[in-house]
């Protein structure tokens, strides 16, 4: 898959245009913790997918409705479950895997219930963050993580070698990492080192 243009396409968020250029078009996609139904709407529109969604908040669900999208609440650390193996193509989780109670269990369950998983999430590791705790000693607010530690729907912070290290845990094959310096540009080839020091945002393609 090729990655979509984003200097021409009305989306808030530029992982979710690196996502869906992963996505084959005309694919089974299960979107957990899918907000407002942005990403699965774009789906739809750039990739023809048969999209369906997964949603805590009510206010996410009915945003997600109001766009015509195929959405039921539930919570992805305990719902998954109920889903049968490999029923869908992608199963992805767009920066939500850092507020998830078990995110061990649910990239598990990800796994199982699609072929391939595709998960996104900011980089704990970016220089910014280590200078914020090291210099300053305070945990970071930054354009990726604007709350402040006392009200951040964030739990699990990782890095990018937390993530892979979680993906050997599993069993994960690494198909595509993509990961974004802070103006949003694709890393080129380096060092998994330099990748985590000033890489902001990560999006991991992965399979059994």
């Known amino acids: 898959m090729t990655p979509l243009d984003i200097h021409s396409r009305d989306v808030n968020r530029i992982d979710l245009l690196v996502i869906a250029g992963l996505v084959a078009p005309g694919s089974r996609v299960l979107d957990v913790g899918c907000g407002d139904g942005e990403l699965l709407a774009l789906l739809q529109k750039e990739r023809r997918v048969e999209g369906r969604g997964i949603e805590l908040s009510q ?16 919570d992805a650390d305990t719902d998954l479950v109920d889903y049968p193996d490999a029923c869908f193509d992608y199963v992805i989780l767009s920066d939500t895997i850092q507020a998830m109670v078990r995110p061990k269990q649910v990239l598990t369950e990800m796994l199982r219930i699609g072929r391939k998983a595709i998960v996104s999430f900011p980089n704990f590791g970016h220089w910014t963050v280590r200078a914020s705790l090291g210099f300053k000693g305070r945990m970071p607010v930054t354009e990726n993580l604007p709350y402040s530690w006392y009200d951040t729907p964030n739990i699990h912070f990782c890095t990018l070698r937390d993530f892979t290290g979680l993906c050997a845990e599993v069993g994960a094959k690494i198909e595509t990492p993509v990961v974004l310096d802070a103006g949003g540009r694709r890393m080129t080839s380096a060092p998994w080192w330099f990748w985590n020091l000033f890489g902001q945002q990560a999006v991991f393609l992965l399979s059994r």
Not at 63 to 74: H, T
């Open 59 to 74: 206010a996410g669900v009915n945003q997600s409705l109001a766009r015509g999208l195929s959405v039921i609440q539930g």
